[in-house]
């Protein structure tokens, strides 16, 4: 019986299949760091609940229900005796739950350029002090924001579903588990006082774990991403810890730092500086090590000669430009949020080095910094990576495969199933595939020798 073989010369830098060292080293290094992630949670996993009571002149002991404005007055403002030219905002609004629902609260709004304007109608949030005189018991804490936001959710989920379809999903269950690790892992173990940078390597690790396989898939192709989003992390926080001692930053530049520090005192602010820093991190380092084992992914399909170095070269040329681009958006999007902040440094006429070595910018120069040469590194060390493990894909043919249709794409059985079936989720990047095969279109390929078995 005749087989059709595509043959091309053999790639000197490829290991042996049979033997794929780079792979095992791979797999055998997430192992352990699996082992000791597990570890970490078992240890680490808050079995204590911790409250920080915040005190009652902050305004969080009072209780927040849902409104809904019927009536907007304009009228002297209370309590300023003579002054009647003094106006003020006399907002009626309906209660719409908690055990005063249906009743009508009144407030009051004094007129100022920030006093938020009140429509009937408008869904707002007020605060409800039970304690206080009744005339007091309302004041207006926020408007409503919840069915914007889940429509704004819907077409975010939309959008990804419609492009990532099935990967889609599994990437926003990712997100899902993510916020979740967060919440019932992250926060509670901060409260209880445990190291902040021992806790927030270790809810990266899971994060990343689960996130990355879910996403996309548990495989070879996956894991080297996985390995070079680990190992660039560890960089990251190891910089931020330096920096962070050297520039001596106390973490409580912020309000909601001193709010924290009021309320409890077990926690390590500088810290939690450096685990926010990790965990903002983490969400970009994963787009460029996926980003470049995928590139290095396409160069070996495009052409199965290219060996580790060839594939290391071209796939860097492609991160340099995909890093251009982050760079400039990790530190516009730090630039934006304290925006406010340097407007008021610049109103308060201080020279710029002033500004950018006060603590409260400074936090946001070594976040940006450190996260970008973590970024940057992430290129190099995972096409690295992924060029020592793919190098050694190559075609792998079974007997069973149908030599008719003259140079047709030959498939194969894996893993007991049936001839060239693939399973979208588990198998989508084997890397022994035939899909690294160059399909035979008749146009310029090599030729092709028959063998008889």
């Known amino acids: 019986m005749a087989h059709g073989h595509s043959h091309l010369p053999p790639d000197p830098d490829a290991p042996d299949l049979d033997a794929p060292r780079s792979r095992i080293v791979v797999w055998a290094v997430l192992g352990v760091v699996a082992v000791l992630t597990i570890v970490g949670l078992v240890l680490m996993w808050p079995r204590d609940q911790v409250t920080i009571e915040l005190d009652e002149g902050f305004g969080f002991s009072a209780e927040l229900v849902d409104a809904t404005v019927t009536r907007v007055d304009l009228v002297p403002c209370a309590g300023v005796g003579e002054a009647a030219s003094i106006r003020c905002e006399q907002v009626s609004a ?33 605060s409800y ?36 379809r099935w990967k889609g999903l599994r990437a926003l269950a990712g997100v899902g588990i993510s916020l979740a690790i967060i919440v019932t892992f992250l926060l509670p173990a901060l409260l209880l006082g445990d190291p902040p ?25 996956t894991a080297v991403a996985l390995l070079g989003t680990l190992i660039s992390l560890g960089l990251t926080g190891a910089l931020a810890v330096l920096f962070v001692s050297l520039t001596r930053i106390t973490g409580l530049a912020s309000e909601e730092a001193l709010l924290l520090q009021a309320g409890s005192g077990i926690i390590d602010f500088q810290g939690l500086l450096l685990a926010g820093i990790m965990i903002g991190a983490l969400g970009v380092l994963d787009d460029v090590t996926v980003t470049q084992v995928a590139a290095v992914w396409e160069l070996k399909r495009a052409d199965r000669r290219f060996g580790a ?32 902040l340097l407007l008021l440094f610049t109103q308060a006429q201080r020279s710029f080095s002033e500004v950018l070595t006060g603590e409260a910018v400074a936090v946001e120069v070594v976040r940006t910094l450190v996260g970008s040469i973590g970024l940057i590194a992430a290129v190099p060390i995972t096409t690295g990576l992924a060029a020592l493990v793919i190098a050694g894909a190559t075609l792998v043919e079974d007997d069973d495969s149908s030599s008719s249709g003259g140079g047709r794409r030959n498939q194969r059985s894996r893993r007991g199933r049936g001839p060239g079936r693939r399973d979208p989720f588990w198998d ?4 022994d595939d035939s899909e690294l095969d160059v399909a035979d279109d008749g146009v310029g390929d090599e030729p092709h020798e028959t063998e008889e078995s």
Do not use: M
Request: with cysteine.
């Open 94 to 126: 309906r209660i719409d739950e908690g055990p005063t629902r249906g009743d009508t609260a009144t407030f009051e709004l004094f007129l100022t350029t920030t006093t938020p304007r009140l429509d009937r109608g408008d869904a707002i949030v007020l």
């Open 428 to 431: 989508d990047s084997a890397w």
């Open 309 to 340: 170095w060839e594939l290391y070269r071209r796939a860097v040329n492609v991160g340099r430009d995909h890093i251009a681009s982050v760079v400039n958006t990790l530190a516009l999007a730090y630039a934006g949020a304290a925006l406010p």
């Open 197 to 221: 940078v021992l806790l927030s390597l270790v809810a990266c690790s899971t994060i990343a774990f689960l996130a990355l396989f879910l996403a996309h898939g548990f495989n070879d192709r």
């Open 129 to 164: 002090a039970p304690a206080a005189p009744p005339e007091l018991a309302y004041q207006f804490a926020d408007y409503q924001r919840g069915t914007p936001l889940l429509w704004l959710t819907a077409l975010f989920v939309v959008a990804v579903v419609a492009l990532g």
